[in-house]
């Protein structure tokens, strides 16, 4: 046991004292080694062992944590199952890591509602797998929802491949219980999508744990649609594939999701699971529809006759629930599976203006072959949503040059009218970048709505907002939106 | 009402004017929900944002539109349309001319959020005027967007309080090529849930599911070919299910809309309850509170109704609903009546009070409509 000194002065050893009082000793960890397993989450490249971590069981029991933070003075900083990829979960030196991971409850399947209520460290596909049963489902799906927290994915407004039709976490919560700084229980939402006065579940949702912990969360579920067709289209170009979206919004239709791959990221998920994608095509589609069967069928003879009018060189079409799960694993094992192509790589997400897909993806390739550096592309094409994979060589040197690579993407996708992060969240990886995308007055008053949250600044502090620590004394200057160079919007 | 009126054409306008005005504001759109909430302080300098109207960007490829948030939504529509584009919303007093910000601000909402959400699930970005001047943006231009706080939500039912908005971001839909409506006999409310659950358990995917005059309405909107084949299992799933005629559907949608802005003369409360307890909660309204006009979306567990426009009567519907667990909002109210616009404070309205104290420290935009929930008077000097 250290006696480092915590934030207000109080030491490790009391603070550990006071939750060894509330919990048993199995659910406080101050051993050097136990501390390490909460030093990072999924990004991996920042890491802060904390003073304290500890692992409540029920609402009252992380109020009371929380409660003793706050006599101490310490920040805290809650965790779900740390597979964040922006650092949000990230500890904050001498002060307290709580764990929602013994809050995993499943509490209620009320299928006459069509609603879930649930401790917030249930994992994200167990919600869909305790529906099931019902004909019923939990729609956001990360491609990490084998093992995501509901938790995280509140804090993060996570979101997944069907969010193109189907909306993001925020879209099917109705109502969280939150415990805030001071330690004390509310209620943000209701039982229906009716709220009286503002939309406070709305603003928490997202908010990466700066403003309390979730620890009860009511999310819908939605009836499985009758019918779901999936095809796997093969084009000769990026421009090919990227204008065959544009045509899919343009005839009305809202797939339930797109999703794009380059050459290299097929070739590492074909290598790694075998999933049947053409490894020599420069692109391919995804295209999934669901609904009531007659409406699908209808317009997925549209689909297939636009991929076919754009120049598809290969049309596969899952026709079974096998097909179209070996199609989907593919994708989501693109990510990981980079490694079989790569000793080492960085996960980038930034969000354009669907329509100028094809210019970003010239630019970043661009900016890779300029540092000598590849980067594999898999995304979410219906909404703009990139996730460039960086791929480089950690033994060779190469980090610094990949990571300046991964940053000058997501600030590009801002210049060109985009946004940081379509899912990722800020975190402390993007905090640096916030000026980028927004003016000091934009960030002073998210900063001011925190203060009535919480006016310490103890829940998770560091992460979102840019910090002259964190950045040096001068972050990076705000650029205006592109269409306000263009003197086409203006703030002022 | 007010000591005086502005009508800024500018962001930069609507700044100096909010800032510069002696004491409280209170921003205005079309008036169309002048009365909605609880009223504002009477010495309030109004701010009308109808000048802040008009597209700022459009780029149907990407389906987003940026307008001044004084744009009426319906001009708005009629101009997307020409894209074959819409925002998928659509209260009952947009034809009205009632604004996109003041919709926003009331959190209003019609018959598709059942498949759309409300206004809250559209909007992706906003720009706020605060009480001090500030201008502030959060969102963007993309439907997919993480950065930051969502600030938007916090003025989404703040009913005009906190800031002033300039600008919105709204993620815009295809409109279907067809929309069918099929009615199906329910006279007796305590039947609701179990009608609106007998259509949501068929595979058709209804946009909106709505109880109107005894009866449930169930609009299909697809591609030609999808809705027929719809509106046709639905008739033969549900027993006394069938297709309207299109000038019965629209007579029927334009009825409801009618009740859900309720007559002249009675209070209009919009209540959210659980969907299952809807039923139970409508009937015991209807004996109990004398409630008339009423629509309700089973699916959702949202309904609007009307109440004698009587302090007690209203304050009754406040408590029975806050019983059931569920929410209230006083909209309409008669002019020159004084009733409670909210119900029993919740626990979050610590939340309220502190994020006002932060962000407008003296109340002075939208002072009195959120009152007793935020305080009626200004910080004393
Ligand atoms: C391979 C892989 C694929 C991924 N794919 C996707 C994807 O498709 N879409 C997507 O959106 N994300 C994706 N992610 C990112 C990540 O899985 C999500 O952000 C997820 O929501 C994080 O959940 P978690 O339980 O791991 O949260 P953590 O990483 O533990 O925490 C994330 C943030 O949430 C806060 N937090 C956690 N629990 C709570 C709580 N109860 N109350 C308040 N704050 C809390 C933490 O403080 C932190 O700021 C992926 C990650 C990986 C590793």
Redesign the pocket.
């Known amino acids: 046991m250290t006696t480092a000194t915590t934030g207000a002065g109080s030491t490790t050893g009391a603070l550990a004292a006071d939750f060894s009082a509330l919990l048993p000793d199995t659910c406080v960890i101050t051993d050097e080694v136990g501390l390490r397993s909460y030093e990072c989450?999924?990004l991996t490249g920042f890491r802060q062992v904390p003073a304290v971590v500890v692992l409540p069981r029920d609402a009252e029991e992380v109020a009371a944590c929380v409660r003793v933070c706050a006599r101490h003075g310490v920040p805290f900083?809650?965790?779900?199952?740390?597979?964040?990829?922006?650092g949000?979960?990230l500890p904050v030196a001498d002060g307290v890591v709580i764990s929602?991971q013994k809050l995993r409850r499943i509490l209620e399947i009320d299928v006459e509602n069509r609603r879930a209520v649930l401790e917030?460290?249930v994992f994200?596909l167990d919600i869909s797998g305790a529906a099931a049963p019902h004909g019923l489902y939990y729609a956001p799906?990360?491609?990490?929802q084998q093992?995501?927290?509901i938790?995280?994915?509140?804090?993060?407004n996570?979101?997944?491949?069907h969010c193109l039709k189907y909306g993001f976490t925020t879209n099917h919560v109705l109502e969280m219980e939150?415990v805030l700084a001071d330690g004390t229980l509310v209620t943000l939402g209701g039982p229906s999508s009716e709220q009286a006065g503002p939309d406070l579940r709305g603003l928490f949702l997202g908010s990466?744990?700066?403003l309390?912990?979730?620890?009860k969360v009511t999310v819908r579920l939605l009836r499985k649609p009758e019918a779901v067709r999936t095809v796997l289209a093969d084009f000769p170009s990026i421009e090919a594939a990227g204008d065959t979206v544009g045509a899919i919004v343009e005839a009305s239709i809202v797939p339930a999701a797109v999703e794009m791959m380059d050459s290299l990221a097929m070739e590492a998920a074909e290598a790694a699971v075998g999933a049947g994608y053409t490894v020599e095509a420069p692109a391919a589609l995804i295209i999934e529809l669901d609904g009531p069967a007659e409406e699908c069928d209808e317009q997925f003879a549209e689909i297939t006759r636009l991929c076919e009018e754009h120049g598809a060189t290969r049309i596969h079409v899952a026709g079974t629930p096998e097909e179209r799960a070996k199609v989907w694993k593919g994708r989501k094992a693109a990510?990981?599976a980079v490694g079989r192509i790569s000793p080492d790589y960085f996960v980038q997400d930034g969000v354009v203006p669907r329509t100028r897909l094809a210019e970003v993806l010239t630019r970043i390739a661009e900016m890779g072959s300029e540092v000598g550096l590849r980067v594999a592309n898999v995304f979410h094409a219906g909404d703009g949503n990139l996730h460039p994979l960086v791929l480089y060589s950690e033994a060779a040197g190469e980090h610094e040059t990949a990571e300046d690579l991964s940053s000058r993407i997501a600030e590009l996708c801002v210049e060109l009218g985009g946004s940081l992060s379509g899912?990722?969240?800020i975190?402390a990886d993007k905090a640096c970048s916030m000026t980028r995308m927004f003016t000091d007055d934009d960030l002073a008053v998210m900063q001011r709505v925190r203060a009535g949250f919480d006016p310490d600044g103890r829940c998770?502090p560091g992460?979102i907002f840019p910090t002259p620590r964190l950045c040096g004394e001068r972050p990076g200057p705000f650029r205006p939106h592109p269409l306000e160079e263009a003197g086409v919007i203006s703030r002022l | 009402m007010s000591t005086s009126t502005t009508a800024p054409t500018t962001t930069t306008e609507l700044r100096d004017a909010v800032r510069d005005a002696p004491g409280p504001v209170v921003a205005t759109g079309a008036g169309t929900a002048a009365d909605w909430a609880a009223p504002p302080a009477p010495d309030a300098t109004v701010i009308s944002v109808r000048g802040l109207a008009g597209v700022v960007a459009h780029n149907p490829g990407d389906m987003t539109v940026a307008v001044g948030a004084g744009t009426p939504l319906d001009a708005l529509q009629s101009a997307l349309a020409e894209h074959g584009q819409r925002v998928a919303f659509d209260a009952a007093r947009v034809r009205r001319g009632a604004t996109v910000g003041g919709l926003f601000a009331t959190a209003d909402s019609g018959p598709l959020a059942l498949a759309y959400g409300s206004l809250r699930d559209l909007v992706i970005g906003v720009t706020v005027v605060l009480a001090d001047g500030t201008v502030a943006r959060s969102g963007g231009h993309v439907i997919k967007n993480v950065a930051g706080y969502d600030l938007a939500k916090l003025l989404h039912g703040a009913h005009g309080t906190f800031g002033v908005m300039s600008e919105v971001v709204l993620r815009l839909h295809p409109r279907p090529p067809a929309v069918r409506t099929v009615a199906l006999p329910c006279p007796d409310l305590a039947g609701l849930p179990a009608a609106g659950r007998a259509v949501t358990d068929t595979p058709v995917e209804p946009s909106a599911l709505e109880w109107s005059d005894g009866r449930l309405l169930v609009r299909l909107e697809g591609t030609e070919g999808g809705v027929e084949g719809r509106a046709t299992r639905l008739a033969g799933l549900l027993d006394g299910a069938a297709e309207l005629p299109a000038a019965d559907a629209d007579a029927a949608w334009s009825s409801h809309a009618d009740a859900v802005e309720g007559p002249d003369g009675r209070a209009v409360i919009r209540v959210g309850v659980r969907p299952t307890q809807l039923g139970e909660v409508l009937t015991s309204l209807v004996g109990e509170a004398d409630a008339e006009d009423v629509t309700a979306a089973p699916a959702t567990g949202v309904a609007t109704l009307t109440v004698p426009a009587d302090a007690e009567v209203v304050a009754a519907v406040h408590r029975r609903l806050a019983a059931a667990g569920g929410t209230s909002t006083l909209r309409s109210r008669p002019a020159g009546t004084d009733l409670p616009a909210w119900g029993p404070a919740p626990a979050s309205a610590v939340l309220l009070r502190a994020v006002a104290a932060s962000l407008d420290p003296d109340h002075r935009i939208g002072r009195g409509r959120m009152d007793p929930w935020l305080p009626r008077t200004g910080a004393p000097a």
């Open positions: 989450d999924g900083v809650a965790r779900g199952a740390g597979t964040g990829l922006s949000g979960a929602l917030p460290g994200n799906d990360p491609s990490s093992v995501c927290t938790g995280g994915n509140v804090a993060e996570s979101g997944g491949a939150v990466e744990g700066t309390g912990i979730c620890t990510f990981a899912e990722h969240g975190g998770n992460k």
